[in-house]
Nanobody, 120 residues
Framework: QVQLVESGGGLAQPGGSLTLSCAASGSIFMINGMRWYRQAPGKERELVALSTSGGSTEYADSVKGRFTISRDNAMNTAYLQMTSLKPEDTADYYC??????????????WGQGTQVTVSS
């Protein structure tokens, strides 16, 4: 089975920066899509950013120009670089990978979540 481990969350001041990492383990043939979601208390989960195996990226309007998703396919790792952080970025952040295991079984894996708090 594919497992995702997230890291990099923590405290930041408004205007500051944080970079989240999401590393996959297991027998993986290919990761097609890498996504970052976030969920604030009392709010619905929202898609923040996504990256495809073809290199395209998309972002929520609320983070465009401030967040950047990247991937290291050799390491089966995704990153979310967050700059110019705002208090409204405070949330639990989750990574999600979809792809194929080495036995060609489709997988849809989620990270355990990492908390980001932006406050002065």
């Amino acid at each position: 089975q594919v497992q995702l481990v997230e890291s990099g969350g923590g405290l930041a001041q408004p205007g500051g920066s944080l970079t989240l990492s999401c590393a996959a383990s297991g027998s993986i043939f290919m990761i097609n899509g890498m996504r970052w979601y976030r969920q604030a208390p009392g709010k619905e989960r929202e898609l923040v950013a996504l990256s495809t195996s073809g290199g395209s990226t998309e972002y929520a309007d609320s983070v465009k120009g401030r967040f950047t998703i990247s991937r290291d396919n050799a390491m089966n790792t995704a990153y979310l670089q967050m700059t110019s952080l705002k208090p409204e970025d405070t949330a639990d952040y989750y990574c999600n990978f979809v792809g194929y295991e080495a036995n060609y079984k489709v997988f849809d894996a989620w990270g355990q979540g990492t908390q980001v708090t932006v406050s002065s």
